[in-house]
């Protein structure tokens, strides 16, 4: 895969004494060092990772339209809900904080009621982002203030006439795993482009069945070395799939996305969990000719060499979304919808969010680029279809969210 190693200097030698000790490792322990290493790492640091000045765009770079359809549909969870005094709102892996706190401006906006009820947990291992998000209270002035800070992408949120300065974030706590929040919670736990960067198994059908692909070094290139499996939990996880990869096909294996979904079902008592991603159901994943997804991310730039600028550039592969349906049911999580990200923006009411536009001029820019954005979020063969929407349920018979109402894909699951 790689010709030359680049990167940050202390994760190449810490990969490198690995190796020396163990004379190869997986991919997983290669990826988690790469981008989760204490300070180094490429989530861990504080270098700017999204938006135009970042790696890549999110879907809150693209619109605000993403987050006011998302709160939208947590109103009608918490109506499904019976309307609870007490409805917690997580975000896993909430980077910037950005999509929590529109989703929170638009709640206390349209649904006064609803915004009473509300708390929002924001989980995120960078132990930057916590003090970064409540430094925001110092530059909160008026509603069109941001601030910026620590190497992050702006963050803009309103000030709602504020008896204090921190009264913005009265129903917001910040946290930097799952283990720092309480069991039994009623309300939604919302995971955006996280699972796609978790660490992964590099694997390859061989001739006598599966193995798997290690990192080695020689010749002062990190190599490939093909070798038995390290965890049986990787023939487990196919033969749970009913799948049987073809002869030299490559692909990755997520295991940790098994775990992750299992611990945070457990968090929930009543409610939902919305999985956002890029991703596929196994059947299309791992079908016959389809080979490794693995992509890497720097400068709006993609590649496949996960071996160049090591912590500065982002790896990611796409999300079994089967596997995560059925690994949920262990902890008592139903599938209550899959579809793609158009489909269950267009199911919210996506649509209406366009602006009447009859003619272009100086004085409706503005709204061309609202219209321009919404486009983006449901474009076909971009981010409307490579982006999936998983919402899982506990504790509720049968709900049926509007998100799902114009396609629901949960039959290919």
Not at 199 to 220: A, F, R, S
Not at 315 to 326: L, Q
Request: charged fraction near 20%; hydrophobic fraction near 35%; glycine fraction near 8%.
């Amino acid at each position: 895969m790689a010709d030359n190693i680049s990167g940050h200097p202390d994760l190449i030698s810490e990969i490198k004494t690995r190796i020396q000790k163990k004379g190869v490792i997986t991919f997983a322990e290669f990826m988690d060092i790469a981008l989760y290493w204490p300070q180094k790492g490429y989530y861990i640091s504080d270098r700017i990772k999204w938006g135009k000045d970042g790696d890549y765009l999110t879907n809150i770079d693209i619109s605000p339209v993403f987050s006011k359809l998302l709160a939208a549909q947590l109103n009608q969870m918490w109506q499904i809900l019976d309307c609870p005094t007490q409805f917690a709102i997580i975000e896993i892996g909430a980077g910037r904080g950005n999509l929590s706190l529109q989703i929170k401006d638009t709640i206390e906006d349209s649904y006064p009621e609803f915004y009473k009820t509300v708390d929002f947990k924001l989980v995120d291992i960078n132990p930057v982002r916590v003090p970064w998000l409540k430094s925001i209270n110092q530059t909160l002035g008026n509603s069109n203030d941001t601030a910026s800070s620590n190497g992050t992408n702006p963050v803009s949120i309103k000030n709602p006439t504020l008896s204090s300065p921190d009264g913005y974030f009265e129903k917001i706590s910040f946290h930097t795993t799952i283990k720092e929040i309480q069991q039994n919670i009623t309300g939604c736990i919302i995971s955006n482009e996280l699972i796609d960067a978790f660490p992964v198994h590099l694997i390859i059908q061989g001739n006598d069945g599966l193995k798997e692909i290690y990192i080695g070094y020689k010749n002062e290139n990190f190599v490939e070395i093909i070798g038995e499996l390290s965890n049986q939990n990787l023939n487990d996880y196919f033969e749970r799939l009913k799948i049987t990869l073809e002869q030299g096909q490559r692909t990755e294996v997520n295991l940790r996305a098994i775990d992750w979904i299992k611990s945070v079902g457990t968090l929930l008592n009543r409610g939902f969990i919305v999985t956002i991603d890029y991703g596929l159901p196994a059947q299309d994943l791992f079908r016959p000719g389809r080979n490794s997804s693995l992509q890497c991310y720097y400068r709006h730039t993609m590649n496949d060499n996960p071996f160049q600028m090591i912590g500065y550039q982002d790896i990611t592969s796409k999300v079994d979304f089967t596997s995560i349906a059925m690994a949920g049911k262990e902890t008592g999580l139903e599938v209550t919808g899959f579809t793609t990200q158009s489909y269950f923006l267009i199911g919210i009411g996506i649509l209406e969010q366009f602006k009447d536009i009859e003619k272009l001029d100086i004085n409706n820019l503005d709204d061309f680029r609202w219209n321009q954005g919404i486009k983006e979020l449901m474009l076909p063969g971009g981010m409307g279809d490579d982006f999936k929407i998983l919402i899982q349920h506990k504790g509720i018979r049968a709900p049926a969210l509007k998100g799902f109402n114009f396609k629901d894909l949960k039959y290919t699951l």
